[in-house]
C-alpha cells in the first residue's frame, strides 16, 4: 500500500509545560499556524484520549476539513490522532522532551490508504515534511515570544 511520512523535530526555547499549554489551546491554532484556518472541540477535553477536534487545513484550493480522534496522551510527553477523508488516513503523533528550560518537539504522520498512490502525484514527502517543519516553527516562535 502506497504511503506519504515524514518526521520532523526541532529545539524550542520554552519549558515543556509552555509548548504542552499551547498545544492544549486548539481553537488559537490558526492564529499562530496560518495554514490552518479554524480549529476547535468538537468532544471531550483538548488532547484527552477519545476526544475529537477538527481543523480546517488550508494547502491549495478550498481548506480541507479534517476531524480527528486523539488515540493516545500523555499530558506534556505525548499526543497522537488518527482521522481520514477520501480515502486517506492519516496518523499524526507529537513527542515532547523536557530538556531543562527546553522543549525538543518530533512530529511524525503517515499517510496511508487506496487513494494515497494518487495523491503522492500532487503531494508527497517532502510535502508533507515542509507542512510539519512550518508547524514546528511557528509553534516554536508563539512559545518563544512570550517568555
Request: zero cysteines.
Amino acid at each position: 500500500m502506497a504511503e506519504i511520512k515524514t518526521e520532523k523535530a526541532i529545539e524550542i526555547n520554552a519549558p515543556v509545560d509552555k509548548v504542552w499549554k499551547l498545544m492544549l489551546d486548539i481553537p488559537s491554532w490558526p492564529r499562530w499556524f496560518p495554514t490552518l484556518k479554524a480549529a476547535g472541540m468538537i468532544s471531550g477535553q483538548p488532547l484527552a484520549q477519545g476526544s475529537v477536534f477538527y481543523f480546517k487545513l488550508g494547502l491549495v484550493g478550498p481548506a480541507m476539513n479534517m476531524k480527528v480522534t486523539i488515540t493516545a496522551s500523555e499530558p506534556n510527553k505525548r499526543v497522537a490522532w488518527a482521522g481520514g477523508m477520501l480515502g486517506v488516513t492519516g496518523v499524526h503523533s507529537f513527542d515532547f522532551e523536557a530538556q531543562g528550560d527546553k522543549t525538543r518537539v518530533t512530529s511524525r504522520e503517515v499517510l496511508q490508504g487506496p487513494m494515497v498512490g494518487l495523491m503522492k502525484l500532487l503531494f508527497n514527502d517532502d510535502d508533507l515534511g515542509k507542512l510539519h517543519q512550518d508547524w514546528n516553527s511557528a509553534l516554536k516562535a508563539e512559545a518563544e515570544r512570550s517568555k
